[in-house]
């Protein structure tokens, strides 16, 4: 049974029809790529697939679960993590206690656990740190920890995303565009660095507009054009796919 | 509850809800250019109505109240030049603590400046026993001159917005103030006049329902608090929903006396406004696009 | 990091003995109950700290909260039930011996509360308003949260003014001393003024620790990052509209405990504690310290709060906390104290702050 699957996925906004019955599947352990051209509704699909928004019709089943139109922490409860386009880090708090917040949901005390400092809270919060500071070491940012999360490189900013997104250790990873404002090498880094997610059993489903980045990392690639899926395949497959040539090489509408 | 007496409070209820829905255009104006919500507002009337009872001493009426707009208006731009001005795109937060603090400093100014008496404006017209007799209730000129300020207050800023340049132009700021920057339209100077404007019309509502419901140096907060419930009501941004909205918060006031103490008369607006928030935060007339926009 | 918080910690405890063996050189015993007002005022401030500042939320009505604690504890422990004697719920009160014979300044005999259940009671009452407040207003941001909370706290001030069992204009008096512990009481006079300010300040070292904990547990984090960023934080799993209400019952709770000494420890309260102004006035402390600073917090809510009640600022007063607003507002709306983090190691880190991303 594939991790994540979307089913007849339909979103109107006014007289755009955004997303129009987008099915696909992300088998357990695989990095699928999903693109298309500017304005194709991949971020809208992301946002349906992630809680943003509700769909208007069409079912999101993680782990046969319906998870469509629930908000997004419920959705991050239930093992699904994302990053952000836009870099979205917590400002006044060092890169550790971001990727701390991450693991959010691998903790339980409470509101009183908090203010009282119980031992067992104290035992959890060493663990949660514990945790976090793997994700910065897989990141290879460890040794910036302590630095506040919003005064690093843009590089490092979305390293720190990643590590957050991944503190707990999610089922399926949400990447929207990570290569977005990178250069070249740290676009290979961050390709080695999507192996490595996908080596610790991590399934991962990547937006995403850098081809060659597609290309190198993804098991599979699903192609949008206007709201509609017009290839899923590998990403050879996908390649030579004459209707995706067309679109991307803009000859003609889809 | 007899037709007379009934009458007599929608009376009451006009009044009041004519100051409250001139605040709640001053709220408008300043939210329209630049989103944010002066909490000053209820001062305005607070300073119109003291000072043109201190320049009446000097002054005739007529020349009294003119005075009493003129200098509350340059107040107003004063406040924005002085405190709003050169904050480069502050928060939210931020911007509600400083017209707060503004609000304080006027009524700590008039305090000291006039004391903690009770001033009021002679009538206009008549004086306390003069009444129109309308349907068996006793109507004052007074509350003939607050409807008719107010209603001209209405049409004159609906030409201001949508015969004048300057007007249009304000609208097109509200619309998209980047947009409108990059127009070459002198933002900045727009959003001192509509601080400017909306001091204009709360003084000048502050000085024609002086004569009636008196005007003390710490009447602007719960002034602002209704106005603010007038605005929301009538949906932010909307000024013929803040008159309709005014006049309905005055009245539901006036009525509450009849079962409520009058003590708790301001808790009537506040429970409005709270169940308005939770309910519709769009208002009655407005459209939500706007009160969410507005709510993030 | 807990090793930091116990040193700071223990720096408060001796600045609090040193400005006690301060005041009793400078023969100015009587400032200690000054300082002593000043430190319950203190926990409505850090409480209010922790709402607004690591929050990231505004309450215009926390003196809403103050009052409903205080109030609350004033009527139980003043109220005689002694007409009411024979009422079932009044037999069984006494039964559970929650009420009390003393007497009263006439030499009468009053049956009161007892002002420990009068206390629980006021703060769950000042929590639960809060809960009840909190769900709705809570969805709400930015100006509306602050109408909201004005509109409360207006409420309130409105409530306690023309209720004639709350005293109306006058308050209530006559507050008995509040026996915290057997021998510890919460209670004004000359005799007792020394251990009242201890007392005083050990409650908010107390408070301070209990905050301190919070923000760096998990939940406290989860405070900040919904300041920081609210739909990063709803990503992460964060139950936002939750965790704000927790963080508002709280910090309701701090100021209604404030509420409840203060009156123990002067005897009354009136309708002045639950003005709209002095939620003003909680707002402009938290802000001169520093709104993500509870240290700074403390330590300016205190300082000014005492000059305050020495009357230092005279009949400006209130002018002057509304010029401090403004100023802070307009050149250091990070507070005045940034505790945390020096200057120049602000400026370096700001130096290789990225390009802030589009949109």
Redesign the interface.
């Known amino acids: 049974m594939a991790l994540l699957e979307v089913r007849g996925l339909c979103k109107r906004f006014g007289g755009l029809q955004a997303v129009q019955d987008v099915s696909f599947g992300v088998e357990p352990g695989t990095v699928k790529a999903l693109i298309g051209p500017n304005g194709a509704g991949k971020t809208t699909l992301f946002n349906l697939v992630?809680g943003?928004t509700a769909p208007d019709a069409g079912q999101v089943l993680l782990r046969g679960q319906a998870i469509q139109g629930r908000?997004?922490?419920e959705v991050?409860?239930l093992g699904l993590?994302?990053t952000?386009q836009?870099?979205?880090?917590?400002?006044?708090?060092s890169a550790l206690?971001n990727v701390?917040?991450?693991a959010?949901?691998r903790?339980r005390?409470?509101?009183l656990?908090?203010?009282?400092?119980l031992p067992s809270?104290?035992r959890?919060?060493r663990a949660?740190e514990a945790r976090a500071r793997r994700a910065l070491e897989l990141v290879e940012l460890g040794h910036l920890a302590a630095?506040?999360a919003?005064?690093?490189?843009?590089g490092q900013?979305r390293g720190v995303e990643l590590a957050?997104a991944l503190a707990?250790d999610p089922a399926l990873l949400l990447l929207d565009e990570p290569a977005a404002?990178l250069n070249v090498r740290e676009t290979d880094e961050l390709a080695r660095l999507i192996g490595r997610i996908r080596a610790r059993g991590v399934t991962v489903l990547l937006v995403e507009h850098d081809m060659s980045l597609v290309m190198q990392v993804s098991d599979e690639v699903a192609v949008l054009c206007f709201g509609q899926k017009i290839a899923d395949a590998a990403p050879q497959a996908v390649q030579r796919d004459p209707e995706v040539v067309r679109v991307y090489l803009g000859e003609d509408e889809c | 509850m007899t037709t007379a007496l009934a009458l007599q409070y929608l009376v009451a209820g006009l009044t009041y809800g004519t100051i409250y829905a001139v605040v709640g255009i001053g709220f408008n104006i300043i939210y329209n250019t630049t989103g944010i919500i002066n909490f000053a507002q209820g001062e305005f009337v607070m300073l119109g109505g003291m000072t043109a009872a201190s320049l009446h001493r000097l002054l005739p009426l007529p020349l009294a109240v003119l005075g009493a707009v003129a200098l509350t208006t340059l107040v107003g731009a004063a406040v924005e030049l002085t405190f709003i001005r050169w904050l480069r795109r502050p928060s939210v937060l931020r911007m509600i603590i400083v017209t707060i603090g503004v609000s304080i400093l006027l009524r700590e100014a008039a305090l000291h400046l006039w004391g903690e008496g009770v001033r009021s404006l002679p009538y206009f017209t008549g004086d306390e026993v003069t009444a129109l007799e309308l349907g068996g209730a006793r109507v004052s000129p007074q509350v003939l001159w607050s409807l008719a300020t107010c209603g001209a207050v209405v049409v004159a800023l609906q030409l201001f917005f949508h015969r004048t340049r300057t007007g249009r132009e304000m609208r097109a700021c509200a619309a998209n103030r980047e947009a409108a920057a990059l127009c070459g339209l002198a933002t900045r100077d727009l959003v001192t006049l509509s601080f400017a404007l909306s001091a204009g019309i709360g003084a000048l509502a502050g000085c024609v329902v002086s004569p009636i419901t008196y005007t003390r140096y710490d009447i602007g907060a719960s002034l602002a608090l209704k106005g603010f419930t007038v605005a929301i009501l009538g949906g932010l941004g909307n000024a013929g929903g803040a008159v309709a909205a005014g006049f309905l918060l005055g009245t539901l006031e006036a009525f509450s006396i009849a079962v409520l103490p009058a003590a708790y008369k301001d808790v009537l607006a506040i429970a409005i406004l709270l169940l308005i928030l939770f309910l519709r935060p769009s208002g009655l007339f407005g459209d939500r696009e706007l009160a969410r926009l507005g709510a993030s | 990091m807990p090793r930091a918080r116990h040193l700071q910690l223990a720096l408060l405890a001796a600045a609090v003995v040193a400005v006690q063996l301060g005041a009793d050189a400078a023969g100015k015993p009587f400032w200690l109950t000054q300082l002593t007002m000043a430190a319950y005022g203190g926990l409505v401030v850090i409480g209010l700290c922790l709402f607004m500042g690591y929050a990231g939320q505004i309450s215009l009505g926390h003196a809403g909260f103050f009052a409903i604690g205080g109030y609350t504890a004033a009527a139980l422990t003043t109220a005689d039930l002694t007409p009411r004697r024979g009422a079932a719920l009044v037999e069984l009160a006494a039964r559970v011996h929650l009420l009390t014979l003393r007497p009263d300044l006439y030499g009468g005999e009053l049956l009161t509360v007892r002002p420990w259940p009068a206390a629980l009671a006021a703060v769950a009452l000042a929590a639960l308003v809060a809960a009840l407040l909190g769900v709705p207003v809570l969805r709400l941001k930015g100006h509306y949260l602050a109408m909201a909370t004005l509109g409360f706290g207006t409420v309130v001030s409105a409530v306690v003014v023309g209720t004639e069992g709350l005293g109306a204009a006058d308050g209530l008096s006559g507050v008995p001393p509040f026996e915290l512990l057997p021998g510890l009481a919460v209670a004004g006079g000359a005799e007792a003024r020394a251990q009242n300010y201890y007392l005083a300040w050990g409650l908010v070292g107390l408070g301070m620790l209990l905050l301190l904990n919070l923000v760096h547990s998990r939940e406290g984090r989860a405070l900040r990052a919904i300041h920081g960023a609210e739909d990063a934080a709803g990503a992460m799993g964060i139950d936002a509209p939750r965790a704000k209400l927790r963080a508002f019952v709280l910090s309701a709770a701090f100021a209604a405990v404030g509420g409840v000494l203060m009156t123990h420890y002067t005897g009354g309260i009136g309708p002045s504690e639950a003005s709209v102004m002095r939620s003003v006035r909680y707002v402009a402390l938290v802000a001169v310290g520093g709104m993500g600073s509870l240290w700074g917090t403390l330590l300016t809510g205190t300082v000014l709060q005492f000059l305050s009640l020495r009357g230092v600022f005279g009949s400006f007063d209130d002018a002057v906390f509304g010029a401090t607003l403004i100023l802070v507002m307009l050149f250091a709306p990070e507070g005045l104290l940034r505790l945390e983090l020096p200057a120049g190691l602000r400026a370096a880190l700001a130096r290789r702050r990225p390009p802030p991303a589009e949109g």
């Open positions: 992630s943003v908000p997004p922490h991050a409860a993590s994302r952000f836009q870099i979205r880090l917590f400002p006044g708090m206690e701390m917040v991450g959010h949901v903790g005390a409470g509101f656990a908090g203010l009282l400092r809270t104290w959890e919060e949660l630095a506040e919003t005064s690093l490189s843009y900013q957050r707990s404002g």
